[in-house]
C-alpha cells in the first residue's frame, strides 16, 4: 500500500508557481533532520474558481521535485472530492480527500445502524483508552445516535473510495476522509465510532479530517479556547491509536488538520500532543501561500506594488460577492478595511505590515489578510498579467513563500532548537 509519512505538509499552490519555493520549505525541514512531506492540494472549488486542471498540480509538483532534486515522497491531493467531482482528479492525483461533510446527519438505514452496533459490542459500556483518564461510557442508544448521524456519511465516502479504487487499483492511492466543512465539532468519543464504521466500510483509511472545537478562519490564528482545544486533540489521538489496533486500520492513519495555516495559538499544543503520543500529523495549507505571493509582489515595489494595491481594491469592490462562499469561515470587520485612498498611499512597508501574519506588527490588519485571502478570484481573473507578474518579482515572492512555510509553520510544529 502507498503509506503516508509520518509529518506531511498540505501546500496549497492556486497560480502553479510556488511549487519549488514551497518544496525549499521541506528542504530546509531536511536540513535540521526531520522529513516533511509535501502533498501539493487544491480542491475542485478552487480549480473553478480559478479555471484550472488536476493535472496542473501533478505538472507543477512534478517539475519542481525534479528541478531541486527531492528524493523523498511527495503527493497530489485531489482535495474536498466528492463523487461528481472526482474523475478529472483521478489521473494526476495520488491522494484523494474524500469530502462527505454533507451527508452528516442525513438518515441511515435503521437495519444498517443496527447491523452496526450489533457488530460493535465493545463499543457500548465502559471504554478505557490509553492516554485518556476518563473512560468514555455509552450506552447502546449513545452509540445508535451516533452511528445514525454519520453511517450516512460513511456510507458515501465508501462509494467514492470504491469509485477511485475502480480506476486506480486498491493499494496505489492514500485515502482522507474530510468532515470538518459543517458546523458542530465532532467528539473524541463520536470519533471512535466513525472510525470503527468506516473500518467496517473496507476503507484503508490514512487521514482523518474532523471539525475540531473553535474557529479555523482562512489565513489568520485559531479563534477558540486552546485549553479545550489540547485536550481535544491528545483525546484524538489516542482515538486513533486505539481504533488502528481494534478495527484493524492502517497504522499510518493520523490526524489532518485543515485551514491549518496560520493557527500559531495552537501550534504549541500540537507539537507537543504529537511528540506525548509519537504521532503523525497532516496540516493543510492553501490561501496563506497565496497570501506570500502578494506579499511578495508588495515587497518588490513599483508595478509589483502597484499590483498588490489592485488586487485589494478590486477586492474591496466585491466585498460580499468574494466573502459569500467563504461566510463560515472568515471574519471581516468592514470598518477596520482601509479606504482604497488610503492604501493607494502606502509604501511597500505598509502594506506588507498589514497584509503579514506578524501579530507583534502594529500595522497588521487581519481583516484586511482575510479580504485579500479570500480575493485570489481578482488575480485569476488579471489573468497572464498577473502570472506575468509574479515571475517578474520571483525573488522577492518565493522568499516570501518559502520562509512562511519554514519559519511561521513547519519550525514551530516539528524543528527542535
Ligand atoms: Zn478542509
Partial sequence: MLTISKYTFGVGDRFA????????????????????????????????????????????????????????????????????TVDRFVAPSDFFTIDVADNIGKSADPAAVKAFVDRHPQLVGELNIAGIDTAFRTTRADVERVAAKYLNAVQEAGRIYRHIAAAKGEGNFITEVSMDETDHPQTPPELLVILAALAAEGIPLQTIAPKFTGRFNKGVDYVGDVRQFEKEFNDDLAVIAFAVKAFGLPASLKLSVHSGSDKFSIYPAIRTALRRYDAGVHVKTAGTNWLEEVIGLAEAGGAGLDMAKDIYVQALGKLDALCAPYATVIDIDAKKLPSEAEVRGWSSQQFTAALRHDQSNPGFNPSLRQ????????????????????????ASVSRNVTANLYDRHIKPLFIDG
Wanted: charged fraction near 25%; hydrophobic fraction near 40%.
Fill in 17 to 84: 508557481h510556488q511549487a519549488q519555493a514551497q518544496l525549499r520549505a521541506c528542504m530546509k525541514a531536511a536540513e535540521h533532520g526531520v522529513t516533511v512531506v509535501p502533498v501539493w492540494n487544491k480542491s475542485n472549488r478552487e480549480h473553478t474558481i480559478i479555471g484550472s486542471e488536476p493535472s496542473s498540480v501533478r505538472t507543477a509538483a512534478d517539475a519542481a521535485v525534479k528541478a531541486l532534486g527531492w528524493t523523498k515522497p511527495y503527493h497530489v491531493d485531489a482535495d474536498h472530492i466528492r463523487l461528481e
Fill in 371 to 394: 479580504l485579500i485571502h479570500v480575493g485570489f478570484k481578482v488575480a485569476a481573473q488579471m489573468g497572464d498579467k498577473y502570472l506575468k507578474m509574479l515571475e517578474s518579482c520571483e
